[in-house]
């Protein structure tokens, strides 16, 4: 693990860009360099990645496995040419979503094994994990509320199209990963922005 790599989690509408833009500003107003990230994304080859997997058009004929594997492949790109190399320069890197989202998503919501992902996960990120990752937790209802009054999306891609029982397994996991790995924490992402940002800044704090 690297202190200085923090990742947000959480499903969409929980808050993540903006607590990251916010994080950002805190570190930056203490003299330190941040690189900001987020998944599946971030370099010519994850980016090209990302269009297959949320390409609406590849709803129902993209099998779990391969989801699996494509958004691995990504992390391991971006992890390549962008993220270690930043941290190995003692650049503070914020990530919105990195290892966990796939235990979330893929593992809790799809119903692939666990220990499975976890093997896959140690072969795309090796030792290159997040100091600290914060979930932002909220109902499933509150999401897509969010996301219907967010001017700013253009439609939804392949994964938001999926079915409400879907997010609840997705949020339900993501609690059941914050209780049970180290160095994860659960935030109650229904507060204000403000109240969710003066806890993520306590824990920076000394």
């Known amino acids: 693990m ?3 790599f923090i990742c947000l989690e959480g499903i969409d509408g929980s808050g993540k ?16 360099e941040i690189l900001r990230v987020r998944e599946p994304g971030g ?8 269009q297959i997997l949320l390409d609406p ?14 958004y691995n492949a990504a992390r391991s790109q971006l992890l390549h040419e962008v993220i270690r190399p930043a ?13 966990y ?15 499975m992902i976890k093997n896959l996960l140690n072969i795309s990120c090796g030792d290159c994990f997040p100091g600290k990752t914060f979930i932002l937790d909220i109902p499933v209802s509150l999401s897509r509320e969010r996301q219907a009054n967010d001017g700013t999306r253009k439609g939804k ?18 609690q059941t990963i914050a209780r049970e790995m180290e160095n994860c924490f659960l ?13 993520l800044a306590s824990h920076f704090d000394s």
């Open 157 to 174: 891609d392949r994964i938001e199209q999926e079915k409400n029982d879907f997010f609840e397994r997705v949020r339900k996991g993501y």
């Open 2 to 4: 690297f202190k200085n």
């Open 17 to 32: 860009s903006t607590q990251i833009a916010a994080l950002e500003n805190l570190f930056k107003s203490k003299g330190f």
């Open 187 to 199: 935030l109650n992402a229904a507060a204000s922005p403000d109240d969710i940002f003066k806890l």
């Open 43 to 50: 370099t010519e080859i994850s980016e090209a990645v990302r």
């Open 101 to 115: 989202s796939t235990l979330a998503y893929q593992g809790y919501g799809r119903g692939l094994s666990i220990d």
């Open 87 to 99: 941290l190995e320069k003692g650049v503070i890197v914020l990530a919105d979503r990195f290892a």
């Open 57 to 70: 058009a590849h709803k129902g004929k993209m099998s779990d496995i391969t989801e699996l594997l494509l």
